[in-house]
């Protein structure tokens, strides 16, 4: 999807769920940017507030695009800052911090993501939001909570930091190797948005139902521990770490064109990948009575045989064959190949911004996975550069004339 395309118009006399939202949103790098930039592809109005110069931490990630003004616009804010407003306001002034508390009352959801106990320093705690508007949903993600005590509560996070304490880490890891952090890109920052998502919506609802307002605390590391609930489950079940070998079989089967992932759980799967591959007598062979047996022999049994069968083969050819014999596989797509796949465009999986720096190819960012037949979806609008609103709302939202916004910009307080 194209900057302002709208992919269904047949539900756009439906609107949006969060349509009336106002969310004001001190945040930085991902978790709660990601929460809100979902928020508002529901519908909400979202208004961020970061630092009138540099703009928040995310805008200095790499790789980065040029912003109109030859400024670094990271990779990190790309992706997770669409459809936003920017108002640059610093937060470590006191005309800074009075102008946020002065815009308050104008937003159903106040959020941050900053350190623990850094809103209360700055004068802006839970407390001091709610008595500005008891309407207000005030919502929290730091790496260890607010709320409730804890002894790393004063430690800065990154996802990686609360992937490594949630345990799964040390569950994947081989004996004798090393932990590998970031299997799969920031998981501890998107499964912390997500829930943020969950309690902001659940408190919205409190709000509907009472005229009350709520705060929101999600720590980082309580989300990854729901994520990774294995971990926790089967310790109490007598497993501190992956079974080597597993009681099933997951691995990369190599093709003609490349890998497919092959996962096998039950016996009739297995039974089923020796059938296609030519391999019946795997159903009573005394090696194979065991599902551990199947990790077992993998190398010297299992892998030659299928892979002799995948390799003349197409990665599409052997995920089809496998399917009509009950093997779950799939291809292991490149990053070229997942633009141009046939499902990424059927499912409108993705936004495509032009870029402001002259570069032809367009910068990609996932789309809304949530789909629902009576839902407007799009269109989308571009990250915002620094403090690019700040004037447009500090007027609407406060009534500040002229005058007042050129004194603020000269003290270096808004952009």
């Not at 395309?5 to 004001?24: E, F, S």
């Not at 345990?167 to 890891?173: A, E, H, N, P, S």
């Not at 065991?290 to 993998?298: F, K, S, V, Y």
């Not at 990053?335 to 990424?344: A, G, N, T, V």
């Amino acid at each position: 999807m194209r900057l302002g395309d709208i992919a269904n118009d047949d539900a756009l006399g439906y609107g949006k769920p969060l349509d009336g939202v106002r969310v004001l949103a001190a945040e930085q790098m991902q978790a709660l940017p990601f929460a809100t930039q979902l928020l508002a592809r529901l519908g909400a109005e979202v208004v961020k507030v970061e630092h009138p110069t540099r703009g928040e931490s995310g805008r200095g990630s790499v790789p980065a695009v040029l912003d109109p003004e030859g400024r670094h616009v990271g990779a990190t804010f790309l992706r997770n800052n669409f459809n936003k407003r920017s108002v640059g306001i610093d937060l470590q002034s006191d005309p800074g911090r009075r102008l946020f508390l002065a815009l308050v009352p104008q937003f159903d959801v106040v959020a941050e993501n900053f350190k623990a106990g850094t809103m209360e320093r700055l004068g802006l705690g839970p407390d001091v939001l709610a008595e500005a508007n008891p309407r207000a949903i005030v919502l929290s993600i730091s790496g260890f909570g607010n709320t409730l005590e804890s002894p790393y509560r004063s430690w800065p996070a990154y996802a990686s930091i609360v992937e490594a304490m949630s345990g799964i880490y040390d569950y994947k890891r081989a004996e004798g190797e090393r932990p590998v952090p970031n299997p799969m890109g920031a998981v501890g920052d998107i499964t912390a948005a997500l829930f943020s998502v969950v309690g902001t919506l659940a408190a919205l609802r409190h709000r509907d139902q009472t005229g009350e307002g709520q705060y929101v605390d999600i720590a980082m590391l309580d989300t990854m521990v729901a994520l990774t609930d294995l971990v926790m489950n089967f310790n109490s079940l007598g497993i501190d770490r992956e079974p080597h070998p597993a009681p099933f079989l997951i691995t990369s089967i190599e093709c003609a064109d490349g890998f497919v992932v092959m996962q096998v759980v039950r016996d009739n799967q297995f039974h089923g990948l020796g059938d296609l591959v030519g391999h019946p007598e795997w159903r009573d062979d005394p090696r194979f009575a065991d599902r551990t047996g199947w990790t077992q022999h993998l190398e010297t049994e299992i892998r030659p045989a299928v892979e002799a069968w995948c390799r003349t083969r197409t990665r599409t050819e052997v995920s089809e064959a496998m399917a009509a014999f009950g093997v779950v596989t799939g291809p292991v797509l490149t990053s070229d190949e997942i633009i141009s796949d046939p499902h990424w465009a059927a499912r409108d999986l993705g936004v495509e911004m032009d870029r402001p720096d002259g570069v032809s190819t367009p910068v990609r960012v996932p789309g809304n996975p949530v789909k629902r037949s009576k839902v407007a979806r799009g269109p989308e609008s571009r990250v915002p550069w620094v403090g690019e609103h700040t004037t447009d709302v500090l007027r609407a939202e406060l009534g500040l004339d002229d005058a007042e916004i050129a004194r603020l910009r000269a003290d270096g307080v808004i952009s």
